[in-house]
């Protein structure tokens, strides 16, 4: 079946400092990818998605470009900022539409001042 | 406009126990999804509504789970005879159409369960 992995955390990172965490996925056909964040207290957003393939997600100075040959939608960021704490997830949802996203087990991610 | 709304926000029971969490989705969306996040399972699937046809209930773990959607809108989700590793978090999500994949899932704050 469709899975998602994603580099475990945590993560800690300085303020400024450039943020990558990797995800790649096994799917069949085309699926659709997607960052959720988790803010502390907080519920799942929707950072940013993407459809096909080499399109890339951007919102928030976060982008992803969706890989297809190399099954991978990694999150990258130029400068992090302490308020970008939180925990990222990503994942998926298959090609044929009526199926619920299948998720990675999510990156805390830490940004120290 | 008014995002997914769960009730409660957290609830404690005892083991044996039944309990009851709600779910109101975006208004208009067709599509209802449950889910559970727990420590070292990360976000499982549980049950999906999509309009009026069956829900798909290949993710709930247990015959002690069950969920309905009354009007093709609110939604609750039941647990029967409550265990301990019923504790996580258990979110809601709705979606606009429910079908292709673009469709985006939006998520409601969750219910945190713990069973005593």
């Known amino acids: 079946g469709d899975s998602v992995t994603q580099m475990e955390g945590p993560v800690t990172l300085s303020e400024e400092a450039f943020l990558t965490i990797n995800c790649t996925y096994t799917?069949?056909?085309?699926?659709?990818l997607f960052w959720y964040v988790q803010y502390p207290g907080e519920g799942l957003q929707l950072l940013l998605k993407?459809?096909?393939?080499?399109d890339k997600g951007s919102n928030k100075g976060f982008e992803a470009t969706y890989r297809k040959e190399t099954t991978s939608f990694h999150l990258e960021k130029g400068s992090v900022q302490v308020s970008d704490s939180a925990v990222y997830f990503c994942?998926?949802?298959?090609?044929?539409?009526?199926?619920?996203?299948?998720f990675g087990k999510g990156t805390r991610l830490s940004v120290i001042a | 406009g008014a995002g997914v709304s769960q009730s409660p926000s957290n609830k404690v029971t005892e083991k044996g126990k039944d309990v009851e969490l709600r779910c109101d989705p975006i208004?208009?969306?067709?599509?209802l999804y449950w889910y559970r996040q727990s420590l070292g399972q990360g976000l499982e699937f549980l049950i999906y509504?999509?309009?009026?046809?069956?829900?798909?209930k290949s993710g709930l773990p247990s015959d002690r789970f069950s969920a309905e959607r009354t009007g093709g809108s609110v939604s609750t989700l039941t647990i029967q005879r409550t265990q301990q590793e019923d504790s996580a978090v258990y979110l809601c999500?709705?979606?606009?159409?429910?079908?292709?994949?673009?469709?985006?899932?939006?998520f409601g704050p969750g219910t945190r369960l713990t069973v005593l």
């Open positions: 799917a069949t056909g085309y699926p659709s």
């Open positions: 994942a998926l949802r298959g090609y044929s539409g009526n199926t619920p996203l299948v």
């Open positions: 999500a709705s979606s606009l159409q429910g079908s292709g994949s673009t469709d985006t899932q939006y």
């Open positions: 993407a459809t096909k393939a080499d």
């Open positions: 208004s208009g969306h067709t599509a």
């Open positions: 509504f999509q309009g009026n046809s069956a829900p798909d």
